[in-house]
C-alpha cells in the first residue's frame, strides 16, 4: 500500500505559479514511477507529467510543456509539480499517483491521492 496526499492547489491568477506537492508514505518510495493528472467535470482525467524513480527523465503533456516541471525528492518521499505562466484552462483537480512503468494512462497507475483543486482565474 502507498499513500499518498497532495497539497498546494488553490486560486491563482492567469500568469501566476503554484508549486504542487505530493508526500507517498507506505511502499517504498524510490521503486515508482510517478505522475501527476488533472481532471475537470465531465472530461476524463488526462496526464500531465511523470517521472522515473531516479528523476532522471520526466515526460510532459503537450499543453503544458515549457511552462510546468516535475520534481522528486526520494529522501522526502515526495513528488512536485511546479506550474508557471498558468492559464485558465488549467483549471481542474490534480492528482498524483504511482505506476510500476513509465505511462501516460491512468490504467496504468496503482495508487491515488485524493486530489487537490487548481484554479486560475482570468
Known amino acids: 500500500q502507498v499513500q499518498l496526499v497532495e497539497s498546494g492547489g488553490g486560486l491563482v491568477q492567469a500568469g501566476g505559479s503554484l508549486r504542487l506537492s505530493c508526500a507517498a508514505s507506505?511502499?517504498?518510495?524510490?521503486?515508482?514511477?510517478m505522475g501527476w493528472f488533472r481532471q475537470t467535470p465531465g472530461k476524463e482525467r488526462e496526464f500531465v507529467a511523470g517521472i522515473s524513480w531516479s528523476g532522471g527523465s520526466t515526460s510532459y503533456a503537450d499543453s503544458v510543456k515549457g511552462r510546468f516541471t516535475i520534481s522528486r525528492d526520494n529522501a522526502k518521499n515526495t513528488v512536485y509539480l511546479q506550474m508557471n505562466n498558468l492559464k485558465p484552462e488549467d483549471t481542474a483537480v490534480y492528482y498524483c499517483?504511482?505506476?510500476?512503468?513509465?505511462?501516460?494512462?491512468?490504467?496504468?497507475?496503482?495508487?491515488w491521492g485524493q486530489g487537490t483543486q487548481v484554479t486560475v482565474s482570468s
Open positions: 507506505g511502499r517504498t518510495f524510490s521503486n515508482y514511477y
Open positions: 499517483a504511482t505506476s510500476r512503468t513509465p505511462a501516460t494512462r491512468p490504467v496504468w497507475y496503482d495508487y
